[in-house]
């Protein structure tokens, strides 16, 4: 396993949505390898191709040590609850700076394993909180894109500082 470079924010990549998975093959699960590698020397509970630069749908989530890894390939979302839950999140891009953001509290996904297979997958609490974090950013959507300007504007201006 390998530590890869994580893209920094403002870089104009993590913008861009992720193409899906054709291949699943001995490639794409050594990259599933090295993106846990990656997480968990950032830290991190959490981390997508798009963070290393690689534009393919696919995310690692730990939300409690190696034991507890996930990988989903394509995920999708397919519907999302009506309630809301609040939950302070921040990124491997973004390091140093966090805020609180408001998610649907329940979600049901779609996604396919490394071998290829499909799967519907009911979450909540903090599995829900990151797959829509993590799904948004395979989608190019940064996750400071779900605050308010004045929050955004403020994260931004506190990261900028801790660069210098």
């Not at 034991?67 to 973004?94: C, D, K, L, T």
């Not at 805020?99 to 297979?117: C, F, M, N």
Request: charged share 30%.
């Amino acid at each position: 396993m390998a530590i890869l470079p994580i893209l920094r924010y403002p870089d104009p990549r993590l913008r861009l949505p992720c193409q899906k998975v054709e291949a699943f093959d001995a490639r794409l699960a050594a990259l599933a390898d090295d993106l846990a590698a990656t997480m968990r020397a950032a830290p991190g509970i959490g981390i997508t191709a798009a963070h290393v630069g690689i534009l393919e749908r696919l995310t690692v989530i730990e939300l409690d040590g190696p034991a507890s890894q996930r990988v989903y390939v394509n995920p999708e979302i397919e519907w999302f609850s009506p309630e809301v839950q609040r939950h302070i999140e921040g990124s491997v891009s973004m390091p140093g700076v966090t805020d609180e953001v408001e998610r649907p509290a329940r979600i049901r996904l779609t996604y396919q394993d490394l071998s290829g297979k499909h799967h519907t997958e009911d979450a909540d609490s903090l599995l829900s909180i990151c797959l829509q974090h993590e799904i948004d950013q395979l989608d190019g959507i940064f996750w400071i894109d779900r605050l308010s300007r004045l929050k955004r504007d403020r994260i931004v201006k506190k990261y900028n500082k801790t660069r210098d």
